[in-house]
Each structure stands twice: as C-alpha cells, then as structure tokens.
C-alpha cells in the first residue's frame, strides 16, 4: 500500500507541475523546446534500439545459442578445468567468507576438476581462506588451492602473477580462468555455463548478470540496484552482437588458453596510454578495461549470459549517498574513458558497426545529456521560468515510464527513488564524465591506496597539467553554452 500511495503522489505532483505552465509560456520558450525535442528523439531513439535488441536477444537468440552450446559441450569427451583466481584485499571477514564459500562450491561442481589461486596481502585473510576450505561439508577432492600472500603493490601485479601461476599448469584452450573479486559470491553452475560458451572458438570470455547485496536500505541500494537493472538491459543489447562494452572485474571468464597469454598478462599488470597533453597515463585501476581492450584488439567475441547471476557484497564507501556515488562514478567513468579513444581507433568492420558506434556514443552522450537541462536553465533564467515546472514535469513522466520498462527486465515493480535516481545518474554522471575526460590521469581505488594525480608537494611539471586540464574543461563548457544558446535564439 505504500509503494502504491508513493507512486500515486509521484504521478499527482508530475500533473500539477504539468498544468502549472500555461501554453503560452511554452511558446516563448520554442528554442529550449526544439534542443530537448531533437536531443530527445535521438536519446529516446537510442533507448528504444537498445530495448528492443535487448528482448529480441532474451527471447530468441540467446536461448538459441545456449542450446547450440550445451548440446557441443555435451559432445566433448574431456571438460573443462576451471582455474579461479580470486583477489581479496581490505574486506570484511563477514564478507569473505560467504564469498569464498560460493567459490568452493561453485569449483566443486567442475566435472573437470578445479584449481583456486588466492591472492592475498594478509596473513588473516590466508589463514581465514584455508579454514574456509578446510571446513567445506561438501567432497573438494577434485579442488586445488594456492594461497599466493604477495606484497601490497595492487590488484593489477596480484592478477598478474596469479596467471603466471596459472599458466605453469599449461591449460588448454577447453579450460575456462574465471576472475572473481573478494567481494564477489559465485553461481554453482559458473564453470558449466562458461565451458558450454566457450565451445564456440570466436568468443573468447563472457560475462554475467549481477545483483547485489547491501545491508542498510537507502538511497545507496536503490541507486545500486537501479544500475544492475540498466546493466541487464544494455548488456543484452550489447549480447546480441556477442561484444559486451565491459568485462566486470567483479566476475568474469576467460578462454584458458587465452587468459595465460603473455601479452595478455603483460597488459593486465602493465597497461597505459600515451596522452597528447598528460603524456603517458599509467592505469592503475580498471583491469578489466585492460582485458576487455585485448580481447577487442585481437578479434574475439564477449559474450553476455542474463541467466546467470553473480551477487556482490557492495558496502558505501562515504557517509553520504551523494559522496559515495561521486567517488564510484570517477572510478567506473576514468577507467571507461582511458580505454574509449584507443577502442574507437580500432576499425569498425572489426569490432563491429553497432559496437563502435556505442563505443563513441560513450563520449557524445555527455554532451548531449547536459545540453537541455542546460537550455532550459538558460531559457528559465534569461526568457521565461515557467519553462522549469513544465521541464520538471516532463523528466519525472519520461523518467517514469523508462523506470516502468526497464523493470520489466527485471519482472517486478519498483521504488518512487528510481526515476530521480536515474535523473541523478545522467545528469551527475554525464557532470562527471566531462571532469574525468580532461583529467584522465587522475585514478584512485575505493579501498585501496594506490592513486594517480596530484601529490604533497607538488611538481611543477604536475600542476601546469592540472592547469590546463581545468582550462579545456572549462573551455569546453563555454563552448557548450555557447552552442545552446544560439541554437534556442537566446541572442
């Protein structure tokens, strides 16, 4: 009864807001109207194409294709041998311990046998892992585990050397390496489901679906939950043409064979780009962006699995929502764009036409999601305010039924947050990502300590970059008003 009454009063106050604008006012704000209108049909247009591969994918080719995989595997005389290798670093013992028990189960469901390859930075953690293990009640005689205690000098050397481990073993191109984060709890049937997709040669790893699991109920696992249900949908999209956009470092598989690539591996602990104007950008974070680009860069599909689900323990890195949000967002965003300019150099024909064109859709749609919050601000303040109540208006209906639609992915109904989260999330998001695009050298882990950018003291030679990453930026913005003030005939 609750959720009903809020949706009532969302859709009572959306009306009011609607009916407060008389048709006239609208009409002295015709140019503010025609920037929304025409960055509407584009936007809009963009999600409708997207939805509809994303139910075409879920209702037709998907269940194809998993039968195609399931009856090739079932062909195969040997399995597949399922290496996990697990990163776990500053978690909650709490956490870790449902999520290592997940993983154990998951390896002993390998009808081929499995080898766990901890990394881990402290005794504790080790010595809580092997007891884990050693306390499973169920059979782990077909599971090996290393517990490799390494220094603390980042989850990119930790990954490296746990497949250099790996790769002793000799895998073959039949065994599957899943990546899982300490956080991250693991399907049962993980092992079965990537070795039937891996059947086919082209794809060389896939992702998954994920929920999540936060304890305190708030703004945080709502905004959360939100973006998981966005993520089944653009992903399913992004699954019909067998390219995801992001291999999530939370869990994912890789072809054996190919994850144990030394040029693979070298990539993964010693990624960068060479910038213009910030030279040589060493990544510290965004190790799954590393492994996504080498997948892309040689030509092997990524495929996408809605059925199967990962559960990550997520916890609010800040006391506030609105922090904590920031923080993520200049992580998730700088580790999308370090890696956007070298994906959009790739030819199209090679990774695909839609899939490059998403690709550089990444860039255009920060520009594009400010631009009419931007002309009716500047409509409002220089023509006529009471454009706002009918803006305000329009984003809570649209707001809504993109809420009501991406729901349906999900089956069920959902909280009167989601549409001014999902408001937030482009507005502040696409905010955000024009900050990170003029400062792509600026990266921090959530809970680690390993950080690029400015230091105590500061060199010369860092703050004339910092300077002139705040003059583009503010160049830019200039240039964007500019643009939106001419096309609404403010002057």
């Not at 699954?239 to 070298?266: C, E, K, Y």
């Amino acid at each position: 009864m609750h959720l009903l009454m809020s949706h009532i009063a969302y859709l009572s106050v959306m009306v009011l807001l609607a009916l407060s604008a008389p048709v006239t006012a609208l009409g002295e704000a015709k140019g503010a109207i025609i920037v929304l209108g025409v960055i509407g049909v584009w936007r809009y247009g963009w999600a409708v194409v997207n939805m509809s591969r994303a139910v075409w994918f879920l209702l037709v080719a998907y269940p194809k294709r998993k039968r195609r995989a399931q009856v090739a595997y079932a062909s195969q005389p040997l399995k597949a041998h399922a290496f996990f290798l697990t990163t776990t670093y500053g978690i909650d013992p709490e956490v870790t311990l449902p999520v290592y028990q997940s993983i154990f189960r998951a390896a002993a469901q390998a009808e081929g046998g499995a080898t766990i390859v901890a990394s881990v930075v402290n005794t504790s953690d080790a010595r809580l892992i092997r007891s884990i293990f050693a306390n499973m009640s169920i059979d782990m005689t077909g599971v090996r585990l290393d517990v490799d205690q390494i220094p603390g000098t980042g989850k990119r050397d930790a990954l490296a050397k746990s497949l250099q481990l790996i790769l002793r073993q000799c895998p073959t191109r039949r065994d599957v390496v899943i990546f899982v984060d300490g956080d991250s709890c693991v399907p049962e049937d993980m092992v079965e489901r990537s070795a039937q997709v891996f059947t086919d040669p082209a794809v060389g790893a896939l992702t998954t679906d994920e929920a999540v699991e936060i304890p305190q109920p708030g703004l945080f696992r709502d905004w959360f939950e939100l973006r998981f249900t966005q993520r089944q949908m653009m992903m399913s999209s992004m699954g019909l043409s067998n390219r995801v956009l992001t291999l999530t470092g939370r869990m994912s598989a890789f072809r054996a064979d190919l994850a144990t690539d030394p040029s693979f591996i070298r990539m993964v602990q010693d990624d960068y780009i060479d910038h213009w104007r910030l030279g040589r950008v060493q990544f510290l974070t965004g190790d799954d962006k590393s492994t996504w680009f080498w997948l892309m860069k040689n030509g092997y599909e990524m495929a996408y699995l809605p059925d199967v689900k990962s559960l990550s323990m997520e916890t609010q890195p800040k006391p506030g929502f609105f922090e904590s949000a920031i923080v993520l967002m200049v992580r998730w965003f700088g580790n999308m764009l370090r890696t956007n300019g070298r994906a959009l150099a790739l030819p199209a024909r090679k990774i695909g036409y839609f899939t490059w064109w998403s690709i550089l859709d990444q860039r255009l749609s920060i520009w594009t999601t400010l631009a009419g919050p931007l002309g009716v601000l500047l409509t409002a303040l220089f023509a006529e305010p009471l454009i706002l109540p009918a803006y305000i208006a329009w984003v809570m209906g649209t707001r809504y039924v993109f809420c009501t639609i991406l729901c349906a992915f999900r089956g069920r109904s959902f909280p009167i947050t989601y549409p001014f989260l999902l408001y937030f999330g482009q507005i502040v998001g696409a905010a955000v990502k024009s900050f990170v695009l003029f400062r792509l050298d600026r990266q921090k882990w959530t809970r680690q300590a390993a950080s690029g950018g400015p230091g105590l003291p500061v060199p010369l030679g860092q703050r004339i970059r910092a300077a002139g990453s705040a003059y583009l930026h503010v160049l830019t913005l200039g240039w964007l008003v500019l643009a939106v003030v001419y096309i609404t005939q403010l002057v």
